[in-house]
Every structure is written in structure tokens, then in C-alpha cells.
């Protein structure tokens, strides 16, 4: 079956600094790859869809500037959290979804922790 | 934008059946995804709707009626291990996938 990496799985960093998230479809070229954000006890909200070789689509009040997105490759996207601070903190799923495809493929998530 | 409405919570017994509802409002359709999602993980796939009527997978079952803007999730014979959250998501024209809050089902012995 389709299969989904993130890396890091579980991240912890001081306010102001930098952390970037990979995400990696592995046996399938991701035509598409989307972020998401899930604070607790909430569902998923898209932050962001990625499209290979074309800048990243940002739903409204997501920062751009804030929330870097790469799609270098279409088994690879990645998502820079910058300058993070404390209310960054949430847990980050990626997904990836193949041409012509509807169903997507949610990678394990990335904890991130602004301290 | 995307309107899509579930209970918050549930709870059951084991062994017993609940359905989960789940009422949709968006622009564009091309179908309705089902999830289960334990804390502290990634949701994972239970079933796939585009079209009116009940698709059956085991224990679980998902209905859709289109005009209705209407979904619903089967979970029959509970086991303490279908305690999460289950998730209706939404796939809009653009593709783009829309969920709703959750609802966090618990079994109880």
C-alpha cells in the first residue's frame, strides 16, 4: 500500500529558532502533498497544498512567510516552521496524494514543541 | 467554504452498534472519507463514499445520500480497541479534503 514518512517524529525547540519537517512518499510520486495542523482535542485544519516544482497554495491566516513549504520532488515536500514560538506548538500531518487519485495518504504526524 | 457537523462524543458498550453521524455543506463534492484517529497519531482510512447508498467493510459500515448532504459511520460489535476519534472529511471540487471536529467514541466493558 501507499506508504507516508515524516521526519522528525517528535521535535522540541527553543522559542525563535527554526525546525523543518520532511515528509516522503515512498513507494508512490505525490503529484500533491498537503500540511496539516492539529492543536489538541481539535480536528485537522489544512494549512497548505503543494503542488511539485510550484509554490505552495496557503489557506487563509496561514502565514507564508511563517510557514516555509517546499516540493522539490514529488516524493518529497517539506515544511520550515520559523522563527517558532510557544503557540506553534501543535502536532504537524503531512499527506500525499497521487495524479488522478482522491484518497490521501496521512504520514504519522511531527510533534512540535515550542518552549 | 466547508460546513461539516458531528457529534462530539459517544459512548457505548462493548459488543454493542453506534452510528456516527455526520451532515456536510460544501461547494463542490468528490466524496466523503471516514477516519478513525488515536491521540497522538495520524487518522487512518475506514471507508470512501462518492456515491448514494451503504458500503460494508467488516464491522464497519458508511452511508451516503448526497441530496441529503448526509453521512453516517456503522461500528458494530464494539471492541474496547474502536475507542478514538472518527473523523468525517469531506472532499471538495478542488480536491482539497474538509473535517469535521471528530467524535470521540468511547467503549465501555
Known amino acids: 500500500g501507499a506508504v507516508v514518512s515524516q521526519h522528525p517524529s517528535r521535535v522540541i525547540c527553543k522559542s525563535g529558532t527554526s525546525v523543518k519537517i520532511e515528509c516522503r512518499s515512498l513507494?508512490?510520486?505525490?503529484?500533491?502533498m498537503f500540511w496539516y495542523r492539529q492543536f489538541p482535542k481539535q480536528s485537522l485544519m489544512l494549512m497548505a497544498t503543494?503542488?511539485?516544482?510550484?509554490?505552495?497554495?496557503?489557506e487563509q491566516g496561514v502565514e507564508k512567510d511563517k510557514f516555509l513549504i517546499n516540493h522539490a520532488s514529488l516524493t518529497l515536500s517539506t515544511l520550515t516552521v520559523t522563527s517558532a514560538h510557544p503557540e506553534d506548538s501543535s502536532f504537524y500531518i503531512c499527506?500525499?496524494?497521487?495524479?488522478?487519485?482522491?484518497?490521501?495518504?496521512f504520514g504519522p504526524g511531527t510533534r512540535l514543541t515550542v518552549l | 467554504g466547508q460546513n461539516i457537523d458531528q457529534p462530539t462524543e459517544m459512548t457505548a458498550t462493548e459488543g454493542a452498534i453506534v452510528q456516527i453521524n455526520c451532515t456536510y455543506q460544501t461547494s463542490g463534492f468528490n466524496g466523503l472519507f471516514w477516519y478513525q484517529q488515536h491521540a497522538g497519531e495520524a487518522p487512518t482510512f475506514l471507508s470512501y463514499?462518492?456515491?448514494?447508498g451503504l458500503e460494508e467493510k467488516g464491522r464497519f459500515s458508511s452511508f451516503l445520500s448526497r441530496s441529503k448532504g448526509y453521512s453516517y459511520l456503522l461500528l458494530k460489535e464494539l471492541q474496547m480497541k474502536d475507542s478514538a476519534s472518527y473523523l468525517c472529511a469531506v472532499v471538495s471540487g478542488d480536491y482539497k479534503l474538509s473535517f469535521g471536529a471528530g467524535t470521540t467514541v468511547t467503549v465501555r466493558a
Open positions: 503543494s503542488n511539485e516544482g510550484s509554490k505552495a497554495t496557503y
Open positions: 513507494d508512490f510520486q505525490a503529484t500533491t
Open positions: 499527506s500525499a496524494l497521487a495524479g488522478g487519485e482522491v484518497e490521501q495518504f
Open positions: 463514499n462518492v456515491l448514494d
